[in-house]
Structure formats: structure tokens, C-alpha cells
């Protein structure tokens, strides 16, 4: 599929973000927790998700939308044999059945996890935590076996806050036996908001949020109704989008406490909004100023939204150093933004430099990864003549009709199949 772009359209009016990808995936793999039905509410259309309902129902779940935002799922009929390896190898987040399976059943057996290719991402943060509550793997011909003969909580110290990793291991200390304290756990708001689902199903959880979280396993988790947090990502990115795009655009239905350091940033380079508790609205569409990017976990300027704030350095004035910490291959997009017309020295494989402003002029670019491809969605948008961006079907993997969304604040955005 491919997006055609024809850009410097006149921007204006209203985007409501939905339910965040990265909550509901860990979300959709902790209902395997209980054999009873959970509804859940605000979920965006993404084909991410219907791939972990995929998974789900192959392994004899059974999930429906019962209505336009919100999924039924119930699990009572659930499996034990291996996953899919087609379905497992379309999006990272298949990992995350590691956790739940192994609650409900003694062993687990996971192909190889694809998703985006952003970099190495390895699973030794999440082996270890699961070898600490009494799990044993191995590599075979499948990819991963895991056994135990029962959970049994511990302390889990990762060595990387990766995001998943908490995640899978918060899940698995619901099903072992005693207290797990994670530390160096993952603070980010989809991780609180999946212990939120957790808490509601009668799980025992303190310090989602912080970097030492305690679960006492154990307790009987029962069928659950929980409304997914609204995106900070999609949030981030159609802020980001107005900013380049010098559009006074409102973001409704977010959380703007959960970028408070992007909007911290992005007011240091210039940029004026008007907050409210759930929506930004930006006032001002002057030129803003360069300053250093660097990613960090949260409450950090996440690696999702990087290559907004590269697309952003082409219009601000100055020289912008990137250096995305978390993933080795998450600058790829500079080259396509480069073929537009942008001013980039790619230093290394985190660091980069964007000089700006400089006019874009709209190119046939590719789309590498979901967050690559909203940043060439902006570039096209801001871009003389037409952009054509080839492999976007990325992009509805996290973002729900982000054409239409355009569409209605008034860009000229066509997919051709
Ligand atoms: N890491 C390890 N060992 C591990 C796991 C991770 O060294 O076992 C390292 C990674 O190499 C990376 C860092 O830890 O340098 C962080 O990776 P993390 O594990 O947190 O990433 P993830 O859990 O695979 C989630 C999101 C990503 C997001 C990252 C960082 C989901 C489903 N995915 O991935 O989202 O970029 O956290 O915030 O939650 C996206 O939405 O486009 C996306 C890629």
C-alpha cells in the first residue's frame, strides 16, 4: 500500500487520539490471566491488534468487538501447543503471551518475535526474570522452549527497564507463589496502565510507575471492564505534526501529563500551547529553535517519538543533534528525508545532525518502521509537490486511519492498494 501526499495544504481543526497501541497489547495477553470475560473499552483499529487477537484465538480464545472501540474476550478454552509462528513473527508484542501462558500452563513454546526492525532486541532481560520465578528455556528448532514445575516469586532486577520485559514478568508474579519485587522496572504509562487492568482482575500490585514495582502472586484473577489510556505516541505525533506544519491544531482526548518532557522541549524550542487537563492546543507557528533530542525512558523523551522531532529539525532553525540511546536502527528515515531535501550528517548508528530550516520537496520514499512512517507522513505534509510513501501499511499497524484523520484537518493524503 502506498500513501500519495500532495503537501503545504492548509491544516486545521481537531484530532482525538485513541486507546494507546502499546496498553492494549500486554493488555490483550493478561486476559489470558483468567478464565472469565473482559470488556475492554477504547481500543483503537490497528492491525496490531488483530494480529494478538489472531494469536489468541488460534491457541482456542475467543475475542469479538462488541462495539465500535471496545473487545469481549474470553479464554476459558485456551490450549497449550505452540503459537503460530506465522502470526507470532508479524509484531514484537507476541512475547508478551510468554508471561500469561506460563501461568496457565507448565510450559510455553514461542517462535522468533518480528516487529519493527529498529534494532538488536533481545529477550535476556525477559529470560532472566522468568529463570528468577523458577522457569527453565531453551532454544529449538521452534525458537523458545520454556518449563517450570511452578512459579514461585523473587527478586528481579533487570538489567535493561525494558518495556516488555516488566510487563511479561509483572504477569507471570500474578501466577507464582509470594512477593516479586521487579527493580529497574519500567515506568511507562502503558506499563502503569496494564497494571491497572491487573489490579481491577483482583491482582495485588504496588509501584506501577516507578522503578520498583512488588506483586504478591497468587490471588484469584476474575473477569474485568477496563478503558485503555489514550495514546502519548499518536498524541506526540500529531502535535509534532502540527509544530512542522505550522498548523494551530488541537489534540483532544490525550493525556498531556504523559509528555510533559516533550512539551517541556518543544516549549524550550519555542512552541506555545494551550493545555487543558486532556488536550494541547498550539498557538504559536513561528520558527522554533534547534536544541539536542536524546531518548530516554520515562518520563523521558521516548524513542517512539524521535523521528518526529527529526522531521521537526528540518523547520526549526539550527543545528539538531539526535542521539536515540535505546535502538541502533532507528535513524533510517534521515536518508528518506534527506532524498526530500533535508540537511542530515548521520554521525553514527544513535546520532545524527539536522540542520534547518530547509525546504522539503515531495520524493518516493520508503517507510521502514511504524514511527519512520508517521515522521515521512509529516515530511510529505510539509513537502512542495507530491510524496509517495511506499510499504505504508506499517503505519495502520499503530495508527488508526491515520489518513482519515488528515483528511479531516484538511491535508490532501490518498492510499492506493
Ligand atoms: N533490551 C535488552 N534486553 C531485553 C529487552 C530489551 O537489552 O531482553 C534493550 C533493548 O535493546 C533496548 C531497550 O532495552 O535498547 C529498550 O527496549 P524495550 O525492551 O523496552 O523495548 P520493547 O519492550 O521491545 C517497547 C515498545 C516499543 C518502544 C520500546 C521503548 C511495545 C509493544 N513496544 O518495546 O514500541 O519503542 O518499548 O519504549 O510496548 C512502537 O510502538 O513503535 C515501538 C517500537
Keep these: 500500500m502506498k500513501f500519495v501526499i500532495n503537501g503545504q495544504k492548509k491544516l486545521t481543526g481537531t484530532v482525538r487520539v485513541l486507546g494507546a497501541k502499546n496498553a492494549i497489547l500486554p493488555i490483550i495477553a493478561a486476559t489470558v490471566l483468567t478464565e472469565n470475560e473482559c470488556v475492554i473499552s477504547n481500543v483503537p483499529h490497528i492491525s496490531d491488534v488483530e494480529t494478538m487477537l489472531q494469536i489468541l484465538r488460534s491457541m482456542g480464545g475467543s475475542a469479538r468487538w462488541s462495539s465500535e472501540h471496545e473487545l469481549t474476550i474470553c479464554n476459558r478454552?485456551?490450549?497449550?501447543?505452540?503459537?503460530?509462528?506465522?502470526?507470532?513473527?508479524?509484531?514484537?508484542?507476541?512475547?508478551?503471551?510468554?508471561?500469561?501462558?506460563?501461568?496457565?500452563?507448565?510450559?510455553?513454546?514461542?517462535?522468533?518475535?518480528?516487529?519493527?526492525?529498529?534494532?538488536?532486541?533481545?529477550?535476556?532481560?525477559?529470560?532472566?526474570?522468568?529463570?528468577?520465578?523458577?522457569?527453565?528455556?531453551?532454544?529449538?528448532?521452534?525458537?523458545?522452549?520454556?518449563?517450570?514445575?511452578?512459579?514461585?516469586?523473587?527478586?528481579?532486577?533487570?538489567?535493561?527497564?525494558?518495556?516488555?520485559?516488566?510487563?511479561?514478568?509483572?504477569?507471570?508474579?500474578?501466577?507464582?507463589?509470594?512477593?516479586?519485587?521487579?527493580?529497574?522496572?519500567?515506568?511507562?504509562?502503558?506499563?502503569?496502565?496494564?497494571?491497572?487492568?491487573?489490579?481491577?482482575?483482583?491482582?495485588?500490585?504496588?509501584?506501577?510507575?516507578?522503578?520498583?514495582?512488588?506483586?504478591?502472586?497468587?490471588?484469584?484473577?476474575?473477569?474485568?471492564?477496563?478503558?485503555?489510556?489514550?495514546?502519548?505516541?499518536?498524541?506526540?505525533?500529531?502535535?509534532?505534526?502540527?509544530?512542522?506544519?505550522k498548523s494551530k491544531i488541537s489534540v483532544t482526548r490525550m493525556r498531556p501529563d504523559h509528555l510533559d518532557t516533550v512539551l517541556e522541549t518543544l516549549r524550550s524550542m519555542g512552541a506555545r500551547f494551550d493545555i487543558t487537563k486532556d488536550s494541547v492546543t498550539i498557538t504559536n507557528t513561528g520558527l522554533l529553535q534547534a536544541t539536542k533530542i536524546e531518548t530516554r525512558i520515562y518520563p523521558g523523551i521516548p524513542t517512539d517519538l524521535q523521528p518526529l522531532f527529526g522531521v521537526l529539525a528540518t523547520q526549526t532553525q539550527g543545528t539538531t543533534l539526535i542521539n536515540e540511546t535505546l535502538f541502533e536502527s532507528r535513524l533510517g528515515y534521515l536518508q528518506e528525508l534527506e532524498k526530500m531535501g533535508a540537511s542530515v550528517v548521520i554521525s553514527d548508528a544513535h546520532r545524527a545532525l539536522i540542520t534547518g530550516p530547509t525546504p522539503l520537496y515531495g520524493r518516493s520514499i520508503d517507510c521502514k518502521d511504524l514511527r519512520a512512517g508517521a515522521a515521512l507522513v509529516v515530511a510529505g505534509l510539509v513537502a512542495s509537490g507530491q510524496t509517495v510513501i511506499d510499504h505504508a501499511e506499517i503505519l495502520d499497524r499503530g495508527y488508526e486511519h491515520i489518513d482519515h484523520a488528515l483528511l479531516t484537518l484538511g491535508a490532501d493524503i490518498r492510499r492506493i492498494e
Excluded at 507448565?106 to 528468577?132: M, Q, V, W, Y
Excluded at 531453551?138 to 510487563?167: C, I, P, Q, Y
Aim: glycine fraction near 12%.
Design 77 to 245: 478454552a485456551l490450549a497449550c501447543k505452540p503459537l503460530d509462528q506465522k502470526l507470532v513473527k508479524r509484531l514484537r508484542a507476541s512475547v508478551l503471551f510468554l508471561g500469561p501462558f506460563l501461568v496457565r500452563f507448565t510450559s510455553f513454546t514461542l517462535g522468533e518475535p518480528g516487529g519493527c526492525i529498529i534494532g538488536n532486541r533481545p529477550l535476556d532481560t525477559h529470560l532472566d526474570g522468568l529463570a528468577k520465578l523458577g522457569c527453565v528455556w531453551k532454544h529449538n528448532d521452534a525458537f523458545l522452549s520454556v518449563t517450570h514445575t511452578g512459579l514461585v516469586g523473587a527478586d528481579v532486577v533487570l538489567r535493561e527497564a525494558s518495556v516488555t520485559a516488566t510487563e511479561n514478568i509483572i504477569m507471570a508474579a500474578c501466577g507464582a507463589r509470594g512477593i516479586t519485587k521487579i527493580k529497574n522496572a519500567a515506568c511507562e504509562p502503558h506499563v502503569q496502565d496494564l497494571c491497572a487492568f491487573l489490579i481491577s482482575m483482583g491482582a495485588a500490585i504496588e509501584g506501577a510507575g516507578t522503578s520498583e514495582i512488588t506483586i504478591t502472586g497468587g490471588k484469584s484473577l476474575s473477569g474485568t471492564t477496563h478503558a485503555v489510556i489514550s495514546d502519548p505516541i499518536d498524541a506526540g505525533t500529531y502535535i509534532m505534526l502540527g509544530l512542522a506544519t
